[in-house]
């Protein structure tokens, strides 16, 4: 199962990296994806990154806020957060792709609340 930690409550325009870490398989060799869930609103894709860090948008409108990276000897995968708006508030979770972004996702992790309120 993938864990996430690193949300908080953070003002209008302010940043957070979030992180999403596994321990029992790497997660350099899987596509992982980031998701989020806003209060009364259906699970929707932001950005996932393959295996061979390459980036798919799943949400346009975030591309130029938020960013994916990998680190394969920390074992992680983090989300960039930036400028952030009221309407980013949402619990994110991370998901294995396995070999692709464009498929199925699993081994959800429980989930990291981002506030964002002034």
């Known amino acids: 199962q993938l864990v996430e930690s690193g949300g908080g409550l953070v003002q209008p325009g302010g940043s957070l990296r979030l992180s999403c870490n596994a321990s029992?398989?790497?997660?350099?060799?899987?596509?992982i994806g980031w998701f989020r869930q806003a209060p009364g609103k259906e699970r929707e894709g932001v950005l996932c990154?393959?295996?061979?860090?390459?980036?798919?948008v799943f949400r346009p409108s975030v591309k130029d806020r938020f960013a994916i990276s990998r680190d394969t000897a920390k074992n992680m995968v983090y989300l960039q957060v930036n400028n952030l708006k009221s309407e980013d508030t949402a619990v994110y979770y991370c998901?294995?792709?396995?070999?692709?972004?464009?498929?199925?996702?699993?081994?959800w992790g429980q989930g990291t609340q981002v506030s964002v309120s002034s």
């Open positions: 998901a294995d792709g396995g070999s692709t972004c464009r498929g199925g996702f699993g081994n």
């Open positions: 029992g398989f790497p997660l350099g060799y899987y596509a």
């Open positions: 990154i393959n295996s061979r860090d390459g980036v798919l």
